[in-house]
């Protein structure tokens, strides 16, 4: 449309040239993991890519959760400002929830071999839960939280399973 843009294509130029470096790091006998970057090979090594990769994943593990968690990977608008307006309302309900669920307080008690931290997905909905009530008797959200617990354990990984999401509308609203 005439509102998007990007600025490096026209109609008289249609390709781009965009200029990309795969690095490939070995991570056991027979796996490896692949990232593609724009950073230079004489600026960064190899050593440096993997170093700053390990660096973010802090930030690939906020993106998921907002994306699935908080639900950023179906949008209900269609128009820009709209869409715009969702995706910071839920950036604002990730920050919110994520300042709660750091300050909650794991109860010590004889567990297993594993050390336990707050299930985020679970404490999400809790939250979004005691939002949408208006009054009367909730038990401290803090309490409900703190009894939503995972086992962290290391080196475990899972087949992932996307199913691709499209635009969901709500034009039966209209009458």
Not at 59 to 73: C, D, M, P, Q, V
Not at 136 to 158: C, D, F, Q, S
């Amino acid at each position: 449309t005439k509102s998007m843009r990007f600025d490096f294509m026209d109609k008289e130029n249609l390709w781009y040239e965009f200029n990309c470096r795969v690095v490939r790091f070995k991570i056991s006998d027979d796996k490896y993991e692949t990232i593609i970057t724009n950073l230079s090979r004489e600026e960064f090594s190899m050593e440096e890519i993997r170093e700053i990769y390990n660096m973010r994943w802090g930030e690939e593990t906020s993106f998921r959760e907002l994306k699935y968690a908080i639900g950023l990977n179906a949008l209900h608008a269609k128009k820009r400002k709209l869409i715009q307006q969702e995706i910071y309302a839920r950036m604002i309900m990730y920050n919110f929830c994520q300042r709660i669920v750091q300050e909650i307080k794991i109860p010590k008690k004889d567990r297993n071999k594993y050390t336990y931290r707050v299930n985020f997905t679970k404490s999400i909905h809790i939250i979004r839960e005691f939002l949408r009530k208006k009054g009367g008797k909730n038990p401290p959200v803090e309490y409900l939280i703190a009894k939503e617990i995972l086992p962290i354990r290391p080196n475990r990984k899972y087949k992932r399973h996307v199913k691709p999401k499209t635009v969901v509308c709500f034009n039966y609203r209209y009458n």
